[in-house]
């Protein structure tokens, strides 16, 4: 089932650029890039940190669909 | 997205091949194939047997020029080989060295894409300066073969451009040191958590520490494609070298290392995932 992301979308409300987002997550430039493009489905606590940056539920930033 | 889609193959293959049809199809493919491969194989041995002697003629007239006319090579042809090789090699990585430099000089903290040129270019400076370095040793090998005896043999000439050589050697390995020490310090710029110097011996496992998980799953991802392409490799280089062993005397001890160093490289794999499955 392939994992979706508003992260970028998010990313952009509060101005953080990706190097920041990564150290906001503790996390490399390089993972969140990765993220964003798709191309990498982040662990379960990475995904928590992310969320609790923006202060939403993970599934607003990470969702799937199913039957894709 | 690519991701979604490999997991969406992935997912439908391995649905697959849960079904006895998919396993029928597959033993169906492989007896085929084994099949081919005997006849092949059976085709080519009887050819070879025919044409042995032609074969082995052909072989013994190679391995007489290659005696005469190898140590002129090795002696007046490698050593200049060497240094063209790697002063192609710098330039190359010089070139990508500046190109990711300004790459770099030039992102503002957001635009992915310079950084991504730039990582590019620095991974493929590491590529060529690891090219480098095994080609390097492996000409290396070729000029100091029987090196006591080209020594013994007391030319002037033959000791001069063993030490060319050897100077050359050096200077190529100080410029491939040179090379991925500056590739470190461009990617510390752009990825300042990264750790570990280049002289440090173990390097790579301070460098691999700070790696995060996703660094480090293209990591595991290229070393299990690594694993699968060698298996291949070796098994075909280990074939290769039964059959040229049938008709020219390169010993058996190119069989001996390539079956090893397969070994070597199964039995760590395996132990591996037997240690991290009991970890669990």
Known sequence: ?????????????????QQEMGTLVGTSRQTISLIERGDYSPSVTLALKIARVFDVPVEDIFYYEEGD | ???ENENTNMKTNSDMADSPQ???????????RSVICLAVGGIAG???????????TLFTAFTKYSQVYFPVLQIYFFPWLLLVFTLICTMINNKLLKKSKLQIASWDGENDDHINIADTCLNKVLLISNIESVGTQMIFAVITYHL???LQDKSNTNVMMIFIAVAIYIASMAAIILQQKLVIQLMKKYSPEKRGSIYDKHFQDVWFATCDEGERHIIYKSCYKTFQFMNKVF??????????????SIGILCAIIIGFLWLIMT???????IRLENKR
């Open chain 2, 148 to 150: 006591m005896k080209n």
């Open chain 2, 267 to 273: 039995c760590c794999y395996t132990r591996e995932c």
């Open chain 2, 22 to 32: 998919y396993e029928k199809a597959a033993m169906k493919k492989f007896t085929l």
């Open chain 1, 1 to 17: 089932m392939p994992l979706y992301n508003r992260l970028k979308e998010y990313r952009a409300r509060i101005s953080v650029n």
């Open chain 2, 1 to 3: 997205m690519k991701t």
């Open chain 2, 235 to 248: 098994s075909v280089c280990l074939v290769a070298a039964t059959i040229i062993g049938m008709f020219v």
């Open chain 2, 46 to 56: 009887y050819l070879f047997a025919f044409g042995s002697t032609h074969l082995k």
